[in-house]
């Protein structure tokens, strides 16, 4: 399996960028399938989740600013970032999970300047 982020770049604070994930080779449909970053010097964190049944999760500093969907016909995740703050700077990635193993992505950049 494999997932292919995209979308990241260089974005000035109050500006938008919007994530793509495009998964292959695993069970897309029942994958609960997931947004996190990792800042330099910082733990990886969950941003946004989004389960098989379309049910969201979000992270408290992301809540009203960013958006994740799925398509299960295309096999993608989006993840939408509103409002976008410095503290948003991180590498993003895309995470698959279901019941016998999990796949991550190679990773994105999303830098904000203020």
């Known amino acids: 399996g494999q997932l292919v982020e995209s979308g990241g770049g260089l974005v000035q604070a109050g500006g938008s960028l919007r994530l793509s994930c495009a998964a292959s080779g695993i069970s897309f449909s029942i994958s609960t399938m997931g947004w996190y970053r990792q800042a330099p010097g910082k733990q990886r964190e969950l941003v946004a989740a989004v389960t098989p049944g379309y049910r969201t999760t979000y992270a408290d500093s992301v809540k009203g600013r960013f958006t994740a969907t799925r398509d299960n016909a295309k096999n993608t995740v989006l993840l939408q970032m509103n409002s976008l703050k410095a503290e948003d700077t991180a590498v993003y990635y895309c995470?698959?999970?279901?019941?016998?193993?999990?796949?991550w992505g190679q990773g994105t950049q999303v830098t904000v300047s203020s």
């Open positions: 995470n698959a999970e279901w019941r016998t193993g999990s796949l």
